[in-house]
Nanobody, 124 residues
Framework: QAQLVESGGGSVQPGDSLKLSCAAS????????MGWFRQAPGKEREFVAT????????SYADSVKGRFTISRDYAKNTVYLQMNSLKPEDTAIYYC?????????????????WGQGTQVTVSS
């Protein structure tokens, strides 16, 4: 059974950095779009970043553009999210996601696989 497991969350101060990892198991997602979503307390889950299965093209939410970088290691079946210059408004549970299949782009309506989430708290 396919599984996504996130790690790397924690509590940091504004301006600090964190790197999240998402290790996939049970199947190879190399040809699938993968990405990250987040959900802050009292808010809906929102898109953060995605990386394509073919060519590695990336896309970011405007709120994180220039501060966050998504990458993937095909050999390790792992996706990363490097988060720099963190702000209190980045506080949320961060979820790794993979698309339903290799033929669709990743968006909230096409997620086929979710991780369990990892908490990121940014506070002084």
């Amino acid at each position: 059974q396919a599984q996504l497991v996130e790690s790397g969350g924690g509590s940091v101060q504004p301006g600090d950095s964190l790197k999240l990892s998402c290790a996939a198991s049970g199947r190879t997602f190399s040809s699938y779009d993968m990405g990250w979503f987040r959900q802050a307390p009292g808010k809906e889950r929102e898109f953060v970043a995605t990386i394509s299965g073919s060519g590695g093209g990336t896309s970011y939410a405007d709120s994180v553009k220039g501060r966050f970088t998504i990458s993937r290691d095909y050999a390790k079946n792992t996706v990363y999210l490097q988060m720099n210059s963190l702000k209190p408004e980045d506080t949320a549970i961060y979820y790794c996601a993979a698309a339903l299949n290799s033929r669709v782009s990743l968006r909230s309506s096409t997620v086929g696989y979710w991780g369990q989430g990892t908490q990121v708290t940014v506070s002084s």
